[in-house]
């Protein structure tokens, strides 16, 4: 069945790396995302990697994927108070479905 | 400027009350999306549209309808709400499901 799991709460101080993990079950994913939802806001896509990567990277983002494990992360480097959000994995698991995870929030502290 | 609207962004109705929520995009996009956002839960699909005449279920489907007459407009219909369906609501659409979606403001629904 299609299922995506993420931690709930992660809290990290300002300028330390942020890792957010995401597990998935469908294996024939062709495309894994991650958005950002701010408080009070709608969800903006963040990055995505393609299946078929093992990484990528963009500015202060990493995000890994490990086929075997069915594990997607993300990294944010030097991380900032405008980071404290809501970060959802997602993907697509059929030809029109998109499916989310449950949601991680990211607290910021000085 | 390129977005999706939705109307309204709060709303508190009485269980059995039929409403409607819209949305709007302005991109031209075939793709749309209604989910429910729980605490907990994360985001659940609804109810998603290919195209114009073309809507299928998705996850939590039970209690709602669509339709999609009009690229552009893809309203959620609650005929008989009930307080299980309190939540909140957001609209999304892009060129394709494997597309960038680009999500509404929000509607917080209350049912009593």
């Known amino acids: 069945g299609e299922d995506v799991e993420q931690s709930l709460f992660l809290s990290v101080r300002e300028g330390d790396s942020s890792v957010i993990n995401c597990t998935y079950t469908d294996s024939s994913s062709t495309y894994l995302y991650w958005y950002k939802q701010e408080p009070g806001a709608g969800l903006q896509l963040l990055t995505y990697i393609f299946s078929n990567m093992d990484m990528k990277q963009d500015q202060r983002l990493t995000v890994l994927l490990n086929k075997k494990d069915k594990h997607l992360s993300l990294r944010i480097a030097d991380t900032q108070t405008g980071d404290s959000a809501i970060y959802f994995c997602a993907e697509v698991f059929t030809a029109s479905k998109l499916t989310f995870g449950t949601g991680t929030r990211l607290q910021v502290t000085l | 400027e390129a977005q999706v609207t939705q109307n309204p962004r709060y709303l508190i109705t009485v269980t059995g009350k039929k409403l409607t929520v819209t949305c709007s995009q302005n991109?031209?996009?075939?793709?749309m999306s209604w989910y429910r956002q729980d605490p907990g839960l994360g985001l659940r699909q609804i109810y998603y549209?290919?195209?114009?005449?073309?809507?299928d279920k998705g996850d939590v489907p039970e209690g709602y309808k669509v339709s999609r007459k009009e690229k552009r407009n893809f309203p959620l219909i609650l005929e008989s709400p009930s307080p299980n369906q309190t939540s909140l609501y957001f609209c999304?659409?892009?060129?394709?499901?494997?597309?960038?979606?680009?999500f509404g403001p929000g509607t917080r629904l209350l049912v009593l």
């Open positions: 999304a659409s892009g060129q394709g499901v494997q597309e960038t979606q680009y």
């Open positions: 549209s290919m195209n114009v005449e073309v809507t």
């Open positions: 991109m031209n996009h075939e793709y």
